[in-house]
């Protein structure tokens, strides 16, 4: 199976060629522009690395129609970094998308990253599944949930609305959220927290590599749905994922701040039941997750500048 990750040297991207260059069976090129000067990494046979943008259409055409699987994971991701950049967000989220999808035949296979972002604010006390209405209240949202749309109008695909992930990545960030309050409390010992009733989902980077691979060996048996991709036990308040951090760095300490505002209005609980009832179910514990990335700061030259 020849197999093209766009954006294959990104944070979930480095991980899941990794693991998928372990299988002989694949061929794998990676398409990545290195926009955060990150490095491809050390290649084994069955892979092939390209430095490019998915935006440069002839070049992006030839390598569409030289797969039989793609992966696109090539986006500007978070609210913050979209909003910074929307031209580029709009483009590369969205009309990318759309460009790979018109130029697909109907033979080939996709495997979508998309967000739970798009579920903006849920429903108190009611859990979000793949049939709760959409309501994107960012500009990432909104380009994801658009982009989600047009590969679904094709039958071979499969869109996995991931959970907000954590983990150690050769491509770190520390945006997202559990790795950058372990962070905080790691490095300060103090977070303010605004809007501490906030609500999300989590899922460890191991599971989303995981989850994509399962979604290859078992294709047949998920195309044409969209799947809910989280840990169903890491349903948590923002408070709720501090004092989970506290039980591992013990001198970290929070205060709730009514005086501020967190601009990122997601609040949600989300259900996984459905991904769940297919055979595939996140297994690592959110406190492993955070013993990963305590060990991680501890033992590296990380340092944050890098990642924004």
């Not at 501090?242 to 005086?259: A, G, N, V």
């Amino acid at each position: 199976m020849k197999i093209l990750i766009t954006g294959g040297a990104g944070y979930i991207g480095s991980k899941l060629v990794k693991s998928l260059s372990n299988n002989k069976e694949y061929k794998i090129t990676v398409f990545d522009n290195l926009m955060f000067d990150q490095k491809f990494q050390k290649t084994s046979d069955n892979i092939e690395q390209i430095k490019g943008d998915v935006r440069d259409k002839l070049q992006y055409k030839k390598l569409i129609n030289n797969c039989d699987t793609v992966i696109p994971l090539a986006g500007l991701v978070g609210a913050p970094l979209c909003d910074k950049f929307p031209k580029e967000t709009q483009e590369i989220n969205f009309e990318a998308i759309k460009f790979m999808s018109e130029n697909l035949s109907k033979d080939q296979l996709v495997l979508m990253p998309v967000t739970n972002s798009g579920y903006g604010v849920g429903e108190k006390d009611k859990f979000c599944t793949e049939e709760t209405q959409l309501n994107p209240i960012s500009l990432y949202g909104r380009t994801k949930v658009a982009a989600e749309k047009i590969i679904m109008e094709r039958e071979n695909s499969i869109s996995f609305r991931l959970a907000t992930v954590f983990g150690v990545s050769d491509r770190m960030r520390v945006d997202l959220l559990v790795n950058n309050f372990t962070y905080i409390a790691f490095t300060e010992k103090f977070l303010k927290l605004f809007e501490p009733h906030f609500r999300r989902n989590y899922i460890h980077l191991n599971d989303v590599v995981e989850g994509f691979i399962f979604g290859i060996k078992n294709f047949n048996l998920l195309k044409s749905e969209i799947y809910n991709l989280g840990l169903s036990e890491a349903n948590l308040t923002k408070q709720q994922l501090c004092e989970e951090i506290q039980k591992i760095i013990t001198d970290f300490k929070f205060e709730i701040s009514l005086d501020g505002f967190d601009a990122d209005k997601r609040d949600y609980y989300v259900s996984n039941e459905k991904i769940e009832k297919k055979g595939f179910k996140a297994k690592t514990h959110l406190s492993d997750g955070i013993k990963e990335l305590v060990n991680y700061f501890s033992n590296s030259d990380f340092k944050l500048s890098r990642n924004y």
